[in-house]
């Protein structure tokens, strides 16, 4: 069986703190939703801690948000991950993000172990592309990707993995097992676009996009739900599961 072979304490600088597990569901409506899948050359064995196991192809995943209503009011997210399997669920583990409201991002940092920058992000969706543009508070450019010629799908068809976050927390250094409902209202599939990536900017230079795979833009009800599980990163999660408890 192949495991990650990155050494978890590479992972622990910068990583989000988590004080508790107490965070209730958090219901976000009306998002539009774009996610794009692309392969990276050289595999991603070794940006996996041992918890976690490698797809092969290695694959990067990108994820965009555009949340109308929020407690914090609108608010724009996007994160890249890395493609992987926790035992046997595939999972995408959380390299970083980039949040438009310091709020939301304070919030979803706490209570879900998000790791989030501020940032702009632009989200244009017309009736023949979709675009999205990513970029620093200084105005440099981070990720630009996108569809276009997007065809309907079954609302069911456009698969959403839960996260995996490292984050410092009360049980210590864990992944922290992040689930989120996407319950799909609108579903289109795209070719792929993907003209901007600045990989080291996202905190892992070691990702190089080669092959696109898929891209999805959907519209959809998302629930982050509460927190049950957490993985200690240096062994597999058949013996490194945890359940936490809240409060």
Known sequence: ???GSAEPEALRPGAPVMHDFGSEPLSLAGASVLQ???EVSGGTQALL???LHPTLPGVVAWQVYDFPTSPWGPFRMAQTRIQCRSGTRPRGLLVSGVVTSAAAGEALTARWGFRLAPGEID???GYDRVHASVRSPEGDALLA?????PVMLPPGAVQFVSGVHPADTPSGFRLVQVDALHEVHRAERGDPVI???DAGA?????????YPISASICTADVTLRRLRFVCRPGEMSFTGTETVAAG
């Open 36 to 38: 794009l899948l692309c």
């Open 202 to 210: 996202w905190g892992e230079d070691r990702m190089v996009p080669t």
């Open 195 to 197: 003209d901007y990536f």
């Open 145 to 149: 990707v996108g569809l276009q010629d």
């Open 123 to 125: 989200f244009l969706r």
């Open 49 to 51: 801690p041992p918890a």
């Open 1 to 3: 069986m192949i495991v």
